[in-house]
């Protein structure tokens, strides 16, 4: 509900309720007035009764079923009621017993109403109980103020009633009629204030409104961003003019701390992105270090197993050298052997050499003598040629003579053919000799250099052994160094585990490190957001 | 010579005289064969009648007017034709003038019939005359060039020579 409306109500509430208990606190204090000065007038009109009917006897008994005052019957005689309704108006009745003797209560017909009953609690109270009576009571369905005394013997029986009445219309009347007035007034009057407080309400609220809709454009605008920017502008005079000037202050501080938080919040992102890299790098790294680590420790273990076989075989190492030592100058002995047998070598293949290059030698004249042939053999085919033109020439009669002059020409055909073949095969002994030539001369520089190698392998061989010993003093010393070395890389290998384990530990730091980074990450973004629902700079136009 | 691709009649029959039929006999055969000197120069196989040829010497380096080449006198043009054993062939031009050719790789001195022999048609005949070349012989999947040393010394103006 609207604040307007409920001042409204309110006002509403508290007009109608304020005139509403003048009102019934006005009524109710008149109607007690009146009911104060009705029952003074009942007792005045009871006491002025009781005195006529004494003034007529003061001694009450019930004759022959007539009630007397003193000598007075009173059964049907209405001049004392009649004489109150003259003084005072309204009824009166005596009852003898509980039964209606005299009255002027008229019923519908207009007949006096004697004989009729007292019942109700004006019966419980003076007949049963013998104590006057004052109350309301209904008669013949009027509304009346009455008063019964009971009417005593001299025995103090109580022998009959003495009642007196009047209508409550008699003393309300104009009270009716003020409380419909008042009613119609207060109403009116409740209408009148009810429009003119609205009225007031609404004018002295519509600032509050102007406020609303400036803090509206600031916070609740289509853009859902906070316009720290943005002033209230409609500032009155009056106490809602002194909370814009307030809201503006508080928007003033607002704009100054949320800039400061902008920037902080920038800086936060900033250092949490460069954190968030950070780790992220660091992770990789100490990821790679744990990698690494691991490598290193399973290398490590493979070193100490190496180092443990080398430490074996270095034991064997330096038996072997022994042995190497003794073998070594065994071989010594044979390299000298060796290069006897090389000088001798020598010589014979110098020897074989020069049989090789008479050969050659006896193989060019060879082929000198073959030319010769060839040459004979090329004449020999000229002139069977030139016979087997004289045959062709001669006819018939040449015909034996060219046969014989075809045969010769084929000899020489066989013989420069065999020849040419005779010349192959001596140019190939040729090359033959001279490869075996080029061949012998290059092992010979090889047995030369064998013969010379074979020296220096005897120098190097009487080092070797003299290098055997030191080998031999060497793979002890080894063997020692790498039993300590086996010792050491065991215990690398425990600190890399140590290291392997502190490595481990770390990496789940910077894992839990990075996820809180992230998470950082993720509040700075949200923080951000927030931020972002905050307009702190002028949009540019 | 006599070269011509004609056909020669067979000795009559009915004759009464042995010899003579002998003699018919063999001047027939002699008509229809030919002695034919082969030889190849560059990779061609030259083929010459061997009476046309009166001697064959060794050729060792010498010169003369009357000495010339086989390529040359054929014609091979620029290109250098390498010989591997040369020889001189004195050819028989009736005593007019020496004319002796240097030949390279004779084969053989061999009898031919005339029926081997193919004539060349008549549309290339007389360009391949003036080159003295007349006919070409089948042998042993080769074919032999038959030359006329004689004609061929006639087209390059070495007068009269007689048959």
């Keep these: 509900m609207r604040l307007t409306t409920r001042f409204v109500l309110l006002n509403i509430i508290i007009v109608i309720a304020s005139i509403a208990i003048t009102t019934g606190f006005a009524l109710f204090h008149i109607h007690k007035e009146i009911n104060r000065q009705a029952n003074v007038a009942q007792e005045n009109r009871l006491n002025t009764f009781w005195e006529l009917l004494r003034s007529k006897g003061s001694d009450f008994q019930i004759v022959n079923g007539k009630l007397l005052a003193g000598n007075y019957v009173v059964n049907g005689n209405f001049e004392l009621p009649d004489r109150i309704k003259e003084i005072f108006g309204g009824t009166a009745t005596i009852f003898m017993g509980d039964t209606r003797v005299t009255t002027n209560v008229l019923k519908e017909d207009g007949s006096r109403a004697i004989g009729t009953k007292l019942v109700g609690a004006a019966y419980d109270a003076v007949i049963k109980g013998g104590k006057p009576y004052r109350g309301e009571a209904m008669i013949l369905g009027i509304p009346y103020f009455t008063a019964y005394d009971p009417i005593k013997n001299n025995r103090g029986e109580i022998i009959g009633v003495l009642y007196v009445g009047v209508k409550k219309s008699d003393f309300f009347a104009a009270y009716d009629e003020l409380k419909t007035g008042v009613i119609i007034m207060a109403i009116a009057l409740a209408i009148v204030l009810t429009f003119f407080t609205g009225f007031m309400v609404k004018r002295s609220l519509s600032p509050l409104k102007l406020m609303v809709g400036s803090l509206k454009e600031i916070t609740d605008n289509d853009s859902g961003v906070t316009i720290l920017t943005k002033r209230m502008t409609a500032i009155s005079q009056d106490e809602i003019g002194d909370v814009s000037k307030e809201v503006n202050n508080l928007l003033d501080k607002m704009h100054h701390i949320m800039t400061m938080v902008d920037g902080v919040s920038k800086r936060i992102s900033s250092h949490t992105e460069t954190i968030t890299e950070t780790v992220t790098q660091h992770a990789g790294f100490t990821s790679q270090l744990s990698s690494s680590v691991m490598e290193i420790s399973s290398t490590m273990e493979e070193f100490s197993s190496t180092a443990a076989q080398i430490a074996q075989h270095s034991q064997g190492v330096a038996e072997n050298a022994d042995q190497s030592q003794l073998d070594i100058n065994k071989s010594a002995h044979g390299m000298e052997n060796l290069a006897m047998k090389m000088s001798e070598i020598m010589q014979d293949n110098e020897a074989n050499l020069h049989e090789v290059v008479e050969l050659g030698r006896k193989s060019k004249e060879i082929n000198k003598v073959m030319e010769i042939i060839n040459s004979i053999a090329s004449q020999t085919k000229l002139i069977a040629f030139n016979a087997a033109l004289e045959a062709a020439s001669a006819g018939e009669a040449g015909k034996r003579f060219g046969v014989v002059a075809v045969e010769i020409r084929r000899l020489a055909d066989n013989v420069v053919e065999s020849t040419a073949e005779i010349e192959s095969k001596i140019s190939e002994i040729m090359s033959a000799v001279d490869r075996f030539i080029i061949s012998s001369e290059k092992g010979s520089k090889r047995i030369i250099e064998g013969r010379e190698y074979s020296g220096q392998a005897l120098e190097m061989l009487s080092v070797v052994v003299s290098g055997a010993e030191v080998t031999n003093d060497t793979a002890k010393q080894i063997s020692l160094s790498t039993h300590q070395q086996q010792i050491a890389s065991s215990q690398v290998l425990l600190a890399l585990r140590e290291i392997e384990q502190g490595t481990r530990y770390s990496t789940q730091s910077i894992q839990q490190f990075s996820a809180i980074s992230k998470d950082l990450k993720g509040i700075s973004q949200e923080f951000e957001d927030y931020m972002n629902q905050f307009r702190l700079e002028e949009k540019p136009r | ?163």
């Design chain 2, 1 to 163: 010579m006599t070269v011509s691709g004609e056909i020669y009649p067979a000795p009559q029959d009915g004759t009464d005289d042995a010899a003579e039929l002998l003699s018919a006999q063999k001047e027939q055969k002699k008509r229809n064969t030919l002695n034919l000197l082969i030889f190849s120069v560059a990779g061609v196989f030259f083929g010459i009648d061997a009476d046309q040829v009166a001697e064959i010497s060794a050729y060792q380096g010498e010169k003369g007017e009357d000495l010339f080449w086989f390529h040359e006198e054929m014609g091979y043009g620029e290109k250098a034709v390498r010989y591997s054993s040369p020889a001189i062939a004195t050819i028989r031009n009736g005593g007019v003038a020496p004319y002796r050719v240097i030949i390279d790789s004779m084969e053989d001195i061999a009898e031919f019939k005339h029926k081997d022999i193919r004539l060349f048609p008549t549309l290339l005949e007389p360009y391949l005359l003036r080159r003295g070349i007349w006919g070409i012989l089948p042998r042993n999947g080769n074919m032999i060039l038959l030359l006329d040393f004689k004609r061929l010394y006639l087209e390059r103006g070495g007068g009269n020579i007689l048959i």
